[in-house]
């Protein structure tokens, strides 16, 4: 059965509730595609060796790596799309904040107008219209969250009935918006960077494989590329190590906000501009340095061994992000 909780969604948040919800769908996919690759890679490996051919079984072996590598890498996919989604989260919790003071002000204003129009005189207004400047005061507060605050917003827990719509794009949404999807494609180019690097090594495999047919009854001439074939997993492994991304940054003056949630220059100064590119090449460089190849040891055990495969103005707090727990 399906969640309840997009039905519980403000009318503010549906859209982005099941955008999010589709996307770790997608995220599933990617991992479970890695978890089959690597699978398929022991396989593929056993094979090689049941065929008692030498060549093909050190070729097969050696392909099976490289193909093991190729799922870790969507594996890895599937972690950074975890990342940008989380910052999507950030977005929606946020409208969801922000609509409960939308309500309560929507609320006290119907109710001054149908006063109005059955008692004017009733001594009620004076209290309604004081509940509504404070409830206006309450709501500036939200919509500054929604539009200014760039730090992670928190989640509400109130659940309102929602009518209304959000006709401007806001700044922190943009904001958060160019943050979410620069991740998203650095994922995307060091994927494809990789996939690329393990593919051109995986085509140099092929060519250590002699196909020449040979005449019924004759030896076929005993493999001798097999120091080539091991040469070829070091190369990949040095090439996935040295790999660096090289990414154009995505500015945002998004930084310019002061302790009263406003902007500290003109709109389109271009005061105190950062790049959004750089913490994502930071962490991509983090994780290439700090953990190494996700596949490292793999590649190098299987160079110095045959056989290496194997198979209101609420203010909510930023929930935890990680690829196995998701909403």
Known sequence: ????????????????FKMIKSENHTIGAYESASRERISIASQLSDWGEATGDDAISDISDKLGVLLSELGEQEDTFAQNLEDYRSILKQIRNTESSVQPSRDHKAKIS????????????????VTLEQELVRAEAQNLVAEAQLTNIVSPPARSTTVPKNKNTNPNPPEQ??????EAYDIHFAAVIERAEKQILLARHGRRLLNLLD?????????????????QARQVLNDAEEDLREWTPSLEPIPSSATDLGTNLMPTSPQGAGTGTTELGSPVQQRIAGSETGEGVSNAGQLAS???????????????????STSYQRQ
């Open 211 to 227: 196909d020449t047919p040979v005449v019924p009854g004759d030896t076929r001439p005993a493999f001798e590329h097999a120091h």
């Open 173 to 178: 949404t943009r904001q958060k918006l160019k």
């Open 302 to 320: 299987s160079s110095a061994n045959e056989r290496d495969v194997s198979g209101s103005s609420t203010v909510v707090q930023p929930e935890p």
């Open 1 to 16: 059965m399906a969640s309840l909780r997009g039905m519980q969604q403000p009318e503010l948040s549906k859209k982005l």
């Open 110 to 125: 119907d109710e001054i107008q149908k006063l109005k129009y059955k008692e004017p005189q009733s001594t009620k207004l």
